[in-house]
């Protein structure tokens, strides 16, 4: 009973202390009811909840009592009671209200408390944030922001509990602020700039998600929308190029290495498509790569002749001349003179490709690589020189793959109709879901071939017309991403794990054509922010060993 009368008692002196200041006309002359509110943080439950409305409401009027005042209230964020946390997190915002210097401090505070586990008190930190980013929101995005650097400078007690609050203003920022951002980010121009330097200061240290995340904001700003000019969209570009790291040694023995190269370089196209260069990937590929290729997977090299090949229709002239001698030496290694058992088709279909548009832009360049006679008026011609030999091994280069493509496409059109036997004499839906798939396999494996076919017909004359436009689609592009290979020729499905090459066999009749899905790569790590596991190993970028992250295997 005596706790009971304490309490009531404390509560009448916190209704006192509010009703004399709420007369006084100088409230700063009454700096002793002020400290009794501040005392009174400390007393019962009902009495943290009315100091934790009554020490913001007064705040601004005892700058000499602001550390003391603004430490007990910040207890009160943090107090056992949910009615309490909830009082005192809602009153954060008040003590910016008149005192913007305190703005960046008390949205620190936020950012840490979105950590918070029941959803009222959660729920009550975002709008306290939404408050102040409307209040001011360059100064509340940039104290927001300094929670997703790097941790590099705090001790390993503090990494975990660090970690988990940049987890949490992250997914803040994706779900409060990016969809609200015409609303926001006023003046529209000069915040649009502010946000986007927010951006590159901090993504030293982010996951592919992460990046991704940041990338599809910039691309959805007004600075950066159809209409920007070829400058702007090769700023979106340099940035990718720093998380692709393409200062560095390439690191062939580091699968993350080859797979970042070649998600970033995805991720480049469409602004590369746009009239952005992309002569610094196409200078890594063959200056660090293209030397060390007989060193990467199987699966590593059918990825990289797939972005190669999807890039090479936005190459600029002199990047073409630079990349074309290692293509052409590819295409060599993979269209052989004699018939053979295995054939990667696919791989073939991409450097046939690739060849077109590079050749396209800098046609007399096969001079000297393939035999050609182009005549372009230039020295670069070298129509004096005889490559008389050069035109006739890759013609009949030619002429073998195209001998091949066609037994492949006899042997797939008569798989096509056992499949259809078959499915029609499927009970089970798992057998029904097999033929299905190698059917799929078998149109992809059927595309594959006649593109090889339509790619090489050009070819075979003397002064080739090259191939410049979209008008052939690559195999995979289209819905299901399939490729023909040996392993799977009597209806096996590859696991996802393995080389997604299309080796198979040209020669020997078989049921059907197999092969596994060939996705694009690193698309799964890009579906959602939240789970995603970080590594204690710093560094730039987002990638295994080099930072926090999933790996882009």
């Not at 002569?279 to 590929?285: A, C, D, M, P, T």
């Not at 005549?375 to 008389?388: A, K, M, Y």
Request: glycine content about 6%; some cysteine.
């Amino acid at each position: 009973m005596a706790d009971a009368a304490d309490a009531s008692r404390d509560i009448e002196k916190l209704y006192e202390y509010c009703e004399k200041l709420d007369e006084a006309q100088d409230k700063s002359q009454s700096r002793e009811y002020y400290e009794g509110i501040i005392a009174a943080a400390n007393g019962s439950v009902k009495a943290k909840q009315l100091a934790a409305q009554m020490i913001p409401k007064f705040f601004k009027y005892f700058p000499d009592l602001s550390e003391q005042a603004l430490d007990q209230h910040l207890f009160l964020c943090e107090d056992e009671e949910l009615g309490v946390r909830v009082q005192a997190i809602r009153g954060l915002p008040l003590f910016c209200k008149d005192t913007p210097d305190n703005l960046s401090k008390i949205v620190d505070i936020l950012g840490q408390l979105l950590v918070a586990g029941d959803n009222v008190e959660r729920d009550a930190v975002h709008k306290a944030l939404m408050t102040l980013l409307r209040q001011d929101i360059k100064t509340s995005l940039t104290a927001l922001f300094k929670h997703i650097g790097s941790t590099d400078d705090r001790n390993a007690e503090d990494v975990s509990a660090w970690e988990t609050i940049r987890e949490k203003v992250l997914c803040f920022i994706r779900d409060k602020v990016f969809p609200i951002k015409a609303e926001l980010l006023k003046p529209k121009d000069e915040m649009e700039r502010h946000i986007t330097n927010l951006v590159k200061q901090n993504l030293n240290d982010v996951t592919a998600v992460e990046f991704k995340l940041f990338m599809d904001f910039l691309k959805s700003l007004s600075l950066f929308g159809a209409n920007a000019p070829v400058e702007r969209v090769q700023e979106l570009v340099e940035i990718i190029e720093g998380q692709a790291d393409l200062d560095a040694q390439f690191n062939v023995s580091d699968g993350d290495h080859i797979a970042r190269y070649i998600s970033c370089l995805q991720m480049a196209l469409p602004f590369i498509e746009r009239g952005a260069s992309s002569s610094k990937f196409f200078n890594y590929l063959s200056q660090q790569i293209i030397p060390v290729f007989d060193k990467l997977s199987e699966e590593q090299k059918l990825n990289l002749f797939k972005t190669v090949a999807e890039s090479s229709l936005y190459a600029k002239p002199q990047d073409s001349r630079l990349l074309l001698p290692s293509i052409v030496q590819l295409l060599k290694k993979y269209m052989v003179r004699r018939k053979i058992d295995e054939v990667n088709f696919t791989s073939i279909e991409c450097l046939l490709y690739s060849f077109h548009h590079l050749s396209h832009k800098t046609p007399n360049a096969t001079n000297s690589l393939c035999g050609y006679k182009i005549v372009t008026g230039q020295p670069s011609d070298r129509l004096g020189e005889d490559f008389t030999d050069l035109y006739k091994d890759f013609t009949e280069r030619l002429t073998t793959i195209e001998e091949l493509a066609k037994a492949m496409i006899k042997k797939l059109t008569q798989g096509m109709a056992e499949h259809n036997k078959a499915m029609a004499a499927a009970k089970t839906e798992e057998e029904k879901e097999s033929i299905k798939k190698q059917k799929q396999n078998a149109t992809a494996g059927l595309r594959s071939c006649n593109n090889i076919l339509a790619l090489t017909q050009p070819l075979h004359s003397k002064a080739p017309s090259f191939i410049g436009d979209q008008k052939i689609a690559l195999s995979w592009k289209d819905a299901t991403k399939t490729a023909v290979t040996s392993s799977a020729a009597a209806g096996q499905k590859r696991p996802a794990s393995t080389p997604n090459g299309s080796s198979t066999n040209a020669n020997k009749k078989g049921r059907g054509a197999g092969g596994l899905q060939n996705q694009v790569i690193n698309r799964a790590a890009f579906e959602a922010l939240s789970g995603t596991g970080r590594a204690r190993g710093r560094g730039r970028g987002v990638w295994r060993g080099r930072g926090r992250g999933r790996s882009y295997r």
